[in-house]
């Protein structure tokens, strides 16, 4: 996309290429997370074990109504 525009290209001269190491970056930490946070089990919503919807409560010191 901006690879042909001349400041671009001056851009990646001086600093690096900065979006290529980002989502190198961006894939290891991918990497890494799904390695020690594999993905939950899928559920079903409507059997026993379900967990309960979560309840809507005010914070402390503000007005009861919900927005």
């Known amino acids: 996309m901006f690879q042909d525009t001349p400041i671009y290209t001056r851009l990646v001269a001086e ?12 894939e290891r930490i991918h990497h890494d997370l799904a390695r020690v946070m594999p993905p939950p089990a899928p559920h079903s919503a409507s059997g026993p074990s379900a967990a309960p919807a979560a309840q809507w409560l005010p914070a402390p010191g503000l007005p009861a109504g919900r927005p």
Not at 15 to 26: C, F, I, L, S
């Open 15 to 26: 600093r690096g290429d900065v979006p290529a190491r980002v989502r190198g970056e961006a």
